[in-house]
């Protein structure tokens, strides 16, 4: 055997050319299939520079993207009992919680933070959609309280940003309870005369838009987000008729008066900062 060409030469060519690539170097947007480079992707508030699709953003960027100079405090969250009902489908839910909060690094769905928006104080809640389809829970009902007493007490705008596809169905009617008690919050943001704005994100779906989501003062939307309460084709089958073009798109229920705006992503914090800048008042000058 020759030892240089059979052992020491592969030792240092494994060495000149790594084979491992990371699994994130590329993402590939799923309206046009253009392959993107994640950093750019990342650097470009996830929307893509083909199409202007906007992509499912991640939390921490989404919330670094509107703060002022990518500054914000995370408020904790209460803790709730993890499985009330016992459920168990094709897994348990305890399983199932325990995958997900080792996948996303959080505890559900649901991600409060406190800053300011182009110098106006504000309070935001923003949906992770990769926990469990940002599906709302006891836990997510326990965020969207908090963000709203800590808006209270500092005298801030509540902001919530929506990315779920309804009530978790592993909590029954105890997910079904949030939707009153969510409404009931926004509710105390707004008899405190703060602002109370909702960005709607693909997709804002079910039991979460048909309670809070839909209650702002102001109702913006990202581009090409689906919004309503049961899916498409589900009404279709139930009215036995073709639905109009871009029904439950963003375009079309702004057409058709059921939010305020629909803005790009890259212009959001100035456009919230504007809003919530018009309808805050100064402390001692309350709405009534």
Avoid at 113 to 120: P, W
Avoid at 136 to 156: C, K, P, R
Avoid at 271 to 283: A, D, E, F, K, S
Wanted: glycine residues 8%.
């Amino acid at each position: 055997m020759n030892w240089l060409t059979n052992l020491v030469r592969p030792k240092i060519q494994a060495l000149m050319h790594k084979n491992e690539v990371p699994d994130n170097l590329w993402d590939k947007c799923d309206a046009c299939e253009h392959m993107l480079f994640h950093r750019d992707l990342v650097e470009n508030s996830y929307v893509c520079h083909q199409c202007q699709n906007h992509m499912r953003m991640d939390v921490q960027v989404r919330l670094e993207s509107l703060f002022d100079n990518k500054t914000f405090v995370k408020a904790p969250l209460p803790k709730v009992l993890a499985d009330p009902l016992k459920f168990r489908d094709s897994k348990r839910y305890t399983d199932r919680l325990k995958d997900y909060r080792q996948k996303t690094g959080r505890d559900d769905a649901i991600v409060v933070a406190s800053g300011k928006i182009e110098g106006q104080p504000a309070v935001v809640a923003a949906f992770d959609f990769s926990f469990m389809g940002g599906s709302m829970g006891m836990a997510v009902g326990e965020g969207i309280l908090t963000a709203a007493d800590l808006a209270i007490n500092t005298h801030s705008a509540l902001i919530i940003i929506p990315a779920s596809g309804g009530a978790r169905m592993q909590e029954g009617i105890l997910s079904m309870m949030q939707m009153p008690r969510t409404t009931i919050a926004v509710e105390k943001v707004r008899e405190a005369g703060l602002p109370y704005v909702v960005i709607l994100t693909n997709p804002t779906t079910g039991g979460v838009s048909a309670s809070f989501a839909m209650l702002g003062d102001i109702t913006i939307s990202e581009p090409q987000a689906i919004i309503g309460f049961a899916g498409a084709r589900v009404i279709e089958e139930t009215i036995r008729q073709k639905l109009p073009e871009g029904f439950q798109r963003a375009e079309y229920l702004l057409d058709h008066g059921m939010i305020d705006m629909v803005v790009h992503r890259h212009k959001l914090a100035e456009t919230v900062g504007r809003i919530i800048g018009m309808l805050n008042p100064r402390p001692g000058h309350l709405r009534r």
